[in-house]
């Protein structure tokens, strides 16, 4: 297969996938020291999200708590009006950033390049080699999308604007394949 042939499916992947409806997306902050009325992240992620066309069915506030936090994210994955889980914070390596170890192991089915791509963008376009203390990570859990970010508003914006938004549909689409 040609490099235009893979080019020409995506583009009709895409295509196909922005004639669906809107995600239906869950944002958590996870972090100990922000309230949601601190939490600037979470509310960028919202906005972003929710100018983008995609609802915005539940923002909530998470400590960096293991139990607490696969209590949440098992809620939120049972629900039947949610398509993307989207956590924010909890990445790094403090012994208190706990987001990855309970997500991972959830995940049915990992996308390496989320992580490989963020962190990536991050050294080239932000932070320099501070990129490689990030864990983001994405997959598929139970035919929704989930994926982990850093918790600063520059990490938020550069994972929704570049990498989640523009693919979101297309994700989706084949998560449900």
């Given at each position: 297969m040609t490099h235009n042939n893979r080019s020409t499916s995506t583009a009709e992947h895409r295509a196909d996938a922005a004639q669906h409806d809107?995600?239906?997306?869950l944002v958590f902050t996870v972090s100990d020291s922000r309230t949601l009325a601190t939490d600037e992240s979470g509310a960028l992620m919202e906005r972003l999200l929710t100018d983008a066309g995609h609802i915005v069915v539940a923002r909530d506030l998470l400590t960096n708590d293991e139990a607490p936090l696969r209590t949440a994210l098992e809620t939120a994955l049972a629900r039947t009006d949610v398509d993307v889980v989207l956590c924010t914070g909890g990445t790094g390596l403090g012994s208190r950033d706990r987001t990855v170890q309970v997500v991972q192991p959830l995940l049915d089915r990992e996308l390496p390049g989320f992580g490989e791509l963020f962190r990536s963008l991050s050294y080239l376009e932000?932070?320099?080699?501070a990129a490689m203390l990030s864990r983001a990570l994405?997959?598929?859990?139970?035919?929704?999308?989930?994926a982990v970010m850093p918790g600063s508003k520059a990490a938020v914006e550069l994972a929704l604007t570049r990498l989640i938004i523009p693919e979101l549909k297309h994700v989706l689409r084949e998560i449900r394949r």
């Open positions: 809107s995600a239906r997306c932000q932070i320099g080699a994405a997959g598929a859990v139970r035919g929704k999308f989930v």
